[in-house]
């Protein structure tokens, strides 16, 4: 039995030693390779690379879609409400300034007039009583025939008659004026361009009847992209649909401070300078928006940009190595990155595989198409 014990409790030291060596053999190989994997790398072969040279140009120009608008356009409605018993216009007719577009029923307000007229009237037949009055008072004052409180009464008679005489005046001018609101017309020269009441329709005050496009000036109206409002601000011609070769000089009259919440775009009107006959309303236009000559951008692939935590960074290649470098980008295009910071004209940075290579691995240019 003591002999079955010995045996055992050797099987077990040596079991034991073998397990600690090679654990000791484990430690240290993992210790020798992670001192040599820099070695590794340093020593490995340079790694293919697809290479860009940055370079400037000048921005390329972009055209945009647009319609031609009036500057001024305006909604013209009665001052007063009612039923319209004429009209006198049509979409696409030209007005003049104090032409008839519209009418309404003009009989409460011929009513209205009438019994101000009474009114007046009634207020000046009191008036000349009052003065009669207050003179008849003041002459018996003189006599020492009626007392200082009589003739003050009179006094404040005849300006009570007279404040009624201003009032009924005013009121009858107030409704000489409704009556007049009863005709729309037009407040300067232009075209109807669209129409929003019937003739016996009843309407309310205010409401639009026809809306009036002013001719003096014409502007282009073009909606930009979110990340393309800044183009609004360069040289600008416009072109007629249909015209070759035909350009109006425009200049940027208003950019919208805000984007549509439908399409999210920015809205930027145009004035166009010396419109020829061709520019009319509704026609459709394309704008041209050349940036200026001096200013250049460096423009870099799309490909080549990558993420570095909350950074955006490129690899820039020095000698035959890879450093990352944090860049600045200003404006995203169909397959390019405008960077305004980061990068110079003449460096060399990778334009493919971005997220596939680490820092301080050898690289060569890939010869490859």
Same mark, same amino acid.
Do not use: F
């Given at each position: 039995m003591k002999r079955f014990w010995i045996i055992t409790g050797s099987v077990g030291a040596v079991a034991a030693a073998g397990a600690l060596l090679a654990v000791s053999n484990?430690?240290?190989s993992r210790v020798h390779a992670k001192n040599s994997q820099p070695s590794a790398i340093q020593n490995s072969e340079p790694r293919p690379v697809r290479v860009h040279r940055v370079s400037a140009a000048t921005p390329s120009e972009r055209t945009y879609t647009g319609v031609v608008k009036p500057r001024y356009e305006t909604d013209l409605g009665f001052r007063v409400a009612g039923k319209i018993i004429t009209r006198s216009v049509e979409i696409g007719d030209q007005v003049l300034a104090g032409q008839v577009i519209a009418q309404l029923d003009p009989t409460d307000y011929e009513l209205a007039v009438q019994i101000a007229e009474a009114e007046l009237v009634a207020s000046q037949a009191e008036?000349?009583? $009052?003065i009669k009055e207050e003179a008849r008072f003041r002459r018996l004052a003189e006599q020492s025939a009626t007392s200082d409180t009589q003739v003050e009464r009179a006094i404040a008679t005849l300006t009570a008659a *007279? $404040?009624? @005489?201003d009032r009924a005046e005013r009121s009858l001018s107030q409704a000489r004026n409704r009556l007049a609101y009863c005709t729309l017309k037009a407040d300067a020269d232009g075209v109807v361009t669209a129409l929003s009441a019937e003739v016996g329709q009843v309407v309310a005050e205010g409401t639009p009847? *026809?809306?009036v496009a002013r001719m003096g000036e014409l502007e282009a109206v073009i909606n930009l992209p979110e990340n393309r409002a800044d183009d609004a601000k360069a040289l600008a011609t416009v072109t007629v649909w249909g015209e070759e070769g035909l350009g109006y000089r425009a200049t940027l009259r208003e950019l919208s401070p805000s984007v549509d919440? *439908?399409?999210?775009?920015?809205? $930027?009107r145009f004035s166009i300078h010396d419109p020829g006959p061709s520019v009319m309303l509704g026609r459709t @236009? *394309?704008?041209?928006?050349?940036p200026d000559a001096s200013l250049s951008e460096m423009a870099i692939p799309l490909t080549a940009v990558m993420r570095q935590g909350n950074q955006t960074a490129v690899w820039k290649i020095e000698g035959d190595q890879l450093v990352a $470098?944090?860049?600045v980008i200003s404006a995203y295009h169909e397959e390019m990155a405008i960077i305004s910071d980061g990068v110079e004209s003449g460096d060399e940075i990778v334009a493919a595989g971005v997220q596939k290579i680490d820092a301080g691995i050898r690289v060569?240019?890939?010869e490859g198409k």
């Open positions: 484990y430690g240290s008036e000349k009583n $009052a *007279t $404040a009624h @005489v009847i *026809t809306r919440a *439908t399409t999210r775009t920015y809205q $930027a @236009v *394309t704008i041209h928006l050349s $470098a944090p860049v060569r240019p890939w």
